[in-house]
């Protein structure tokens, strides 16, 4: 049985003993009970996949001393140039916005357990998850529309700049870098410990046994030491109050770049996150639990 359904029947039971469901928790068990819709939304996986495949190869692009945005808008950008680009742009957007709206209906599943900790905490990944590919999908949606940038590093300096403008904003931002370092820290040791397979379900074979291990670890492990270095540039924009500091994704791994072997630092990173997009995108979109 799927977590999704042994949560569905614990909303239900507690329901029916409270006798106050709710039309909008009702709505969400029907959506989340819809194969079609779960099929849809698996498709936010496989563009999410798509844009770390296109960020890796742009990295190794500019490890190789060529220019290249290596951000999601420059990602988007590249695959908006591409034949048939955009149709792959709406099938993203698509994609990506089902696959929130997915997981946000999973947030009102939880919703008459809110003294079970456990799920406090599904409630929190399935918020982050939904906001996380929501951004990804407004990114499609804007280049599809004519509307995108190619530039995320200039955004990440003007909301850096904004954000440091505020009251408290110094602190705010340095809180924000350390949380990136975290996050990243996280996704190390979970490639290192393998215990992103506690996110599948039904992977069978040795084919695929493999496969997940080969892009799971070396796919969480880079895109781990981006955010860590995305996080520090962030902490010292803080520190030093200079929003040039921040220059999101792409000036992180360019960063990495002038590092003492960073060459080698970038390859290693790029050819990671291209298997975490292969990861993500293919057996994520596959085997995921939803």
Known sequence: MSRVSQVEQRTVGVAQENGNGGPVAETAERAADSRTF???????????GIVHVVIGAIALQIDAGRSGNADTNGAVAALAHQPAGYLLLWFCFIGCFALALFQFS???????????KELWKDRARDASQAIVYAGIGSIFG??????????GSSSSVSWT??????PAGQWLLGIAGLVVVGIGGYFIFKGATRRFRGNLT??????WNRAVDITGVAGYIAKGISLVVLGILLTLAAVKSDPEQSTGLDGALHTLRD????VVALAAVGIGLMLYGLYIGIIRARFAKL
């Open 38 to 48: 779960e099929r849809i939304a698996r498709l936010g996986y496989v563009a999410s």
């Open 106 to 116: 999973r947030i009102f599943l939880a919703g008459q357990r809110l003294s079970d």
């Open 142 to 151: 804007s280049f599809a529309l004519g509307r995108g940038s190619n530039d």
């Open 161 to 166: 700049a904004r954000l440091l403008a505020v």
């Open 202 to 207: 039904g992977v069978a074979g040795r084919v």
């Open 259 to 262: 590092q003492p072997f960073g």
